[in-house]
């Protein structure tokens, strides 16, 4: 079954080649997950850049960020008891973990949306501080008037929490500090505030009861949130049957507000769904997709650095399109439009 | 090697048999953690009871809270090929998880700090909603001025998180949800705000990177919160090897907040530890207990439904003497005196 997704027919629209690495000691091992978002008239996305260092004979290197966002390498003697090597994605020295590869976000801009390039006067995002010295990823971009909210992955050796940085012009950056405590990730500000409320999705993950579900925050302010609820659920034997979480901020319809999210199964195949939530109470769902509206299908969606995954967390919103960035296998950007009508048909509405 | 702690000669000050079962289809498994404060010049404990079915032949039996906080029992068919009940803790049905025993909040008051029993005007608490459909257990009472805030760990198929009601007079509550997202435990809001913040301690479990240490956050309204800063991990070799949570509120000293934690070791011995924080700054810690100051040592310690378990989340403080209640091998209640300057002095301070 064909899902409903129109892709860009010149998918993917970026790969690992198209760009350079943050510094001569790295390698680009993948591109993911963009966050999106129009400033001075221009399409911008914020990709996840996931490098690894070049390595030396006879070293195990691995990169982590300092307190200046700087790149550090620290060096492994490969034969050192200390030393466990064999995840080729996590490391472990005498009890710490260490990830081989670190991410930052690359800021790209475009005039048409397809042909995006780098703008010297707006620089990457990298880690900074002790709770992002393994990096910072998947950032979703949630604009509330004139201001951007950056909710991302923070990554160290405290666990993967969510942080968020707040800014204006893309050069000055307030940072906010981490809002949800590990393990938290796929987080997604809604760019409207609700009875005088704001409103975020989040996913915790829960290593006993519970699961990897999408959850509802409120707040104040952004930066301090509470009253949590659990909004959707896994589902055995669906596409969403082992992990899900939220992509982009939801969309405002009529009919509620919409949001698109990633369904994952014990395989590890990533789909999207859509769900509808209550316009004044969206802790109250109104329907949510049965079977996937975007699946792994092309070429590119299905082989690369870890094949069958679609995941979006940035998107523009033009009249009834959805013009949706995504990363596809972990490795790639593509470009695919929805319309809105047609997602909400599929939810019975 | 003796611990630092003075124990009541006539410990334990509880056990199941002293208490009755919430109901009679239901009958107390173990007395667990109370929670400690002081209210109308008497000493109160807001014990926790775990109970389980009284089981009927061919039937397995879970018990679980309605929205009205009462007890409903589900029956299943022990043969029923959907049901797996080889853990005696948790059973699984189609995929969801019961657990077998579910804990409420008994409330005990007492004249000398010794002789503890029921008073009618002031009844126990249960769970009530989706989120605590399994149980409340482990509550913090942190007391602001003249209102009580009640951190205690919400339990249900959505995960374990930390709830908050607040009260002035035990009779009246305010429920203000969940506060932390799953999976957490082990909240403890400071009894002073700082710098006009409310700060609480609070223990996130990452399944991935991190582990099961303890955080701090802060707050402007006791509801909502972020800033989320680890202040302590586990320690290779140490008594808190595995796992650690806070007690109770820190006690303000002349040195720092001085925060009695339960830790864990990989073989589930928990013992207690001392930490101390920065006054204005409560995310600097300025020293950690090497040793524990309080370890399983005498018969009801050892021994019981889980056994070499000391586990404290409430005490009094009065003057330098720390008057602290306990759960012991997750069965019964103990009472312990630490001296302050004794605790401080193993700090180096």
């Known amino acids: 079954m064909r899902d409903i997704a129109t892709r860009y027919k010149e998918n993917p629209l970026l790969s690992p080649k198209d760009l350079n690495a943050s510094d001569e000691s790295m390698i680009i091992e993948c591109l993911l997950n963009p966050g999106v978002f129009k400033f001075k008239g221009k399409t911008w996305l914020l990709v996840r850049v996931a490098e690894r260092t070049l390595q030396k004979e006879d070293v195990l290197s691995v ?16 034969k050192d008891s200390k030393l466990d090597a064999s995840d080729s994605r996590v490391i472990n020295y005498d009890g710490v973990d260490y990830l081989t590869t670190i991410s930052h976000l690359r800021l790209l801009c475009s005039d048409d949306g397809i042909n995006f390039y780098e703008n010297d006067e707006y620089p990457s995002l990298f880690g900074e501080g002790e709770y992002e010295s393994y990096g910072i990823e998947d950032c979703r971009v949630s604009q509330i008037e004139d201001t951007y909210y950056l909710t991302y992955t923070m990554v160290s050796s405290n666990g993967v929490g969510v942080g968020l940085r707040i800014t204006k012009d893309w050069k000055k950056f307030e940072k906010k500090g981490m809002i949800f405590s590990p393990h938290n990730k796929d987080c997604a500000i809604f760019e409207e505030k609700i009875d005088d409320k704001y409103y975020a999705l989040h996913r915790p993950s829960s290593p006993e009861l519970g699961g ?28 969403d049957s082992k992990r899900l979480g939220a992509g982009a901020a939801p969309i405002k319809t009529d009919k509620g507000w919409l949001e698109i999210y990633h369904g994952a199964t014990e395989k590890h195949r990533y789909c999207l769904g859509a769900i509808l939530l209550d316009l004044e109470d969206p802790s109250i769902v109104i329907a949510r997709s049965e079977e996937p509206i975007m699946e792994p299908q092309e070429a590119f969606e299905l082989t690369g650095f870890f094949g069958e995954v679609i995941f979006t967390n940035g998107h523009l919103v033009k009249g009834d ?27 019975g509405q």
């Open 63 to 78: 990169p982590i960020y300092n307190e200046d966002g700087k790149v550090k390498i620290l060096n492994f003697d490969p």
């Open 321 to 347: 399109q959805i013009q949706m960035y995504y990363g596809a296998a972990d490795e790639f950007v593509g470009l695919a439009t929805f319309s809105i009508k047609q997602i909400l048909k599929t939810l």
């Open 212 to 239: 990897n579900y999408i959850w509802l925050a409120e707040s104040f302010d952004g930066v301090h949130w509470g009253n949590h609820k659990c909004i959707a659920k896994t589902r055995k034997g669906k596409f």
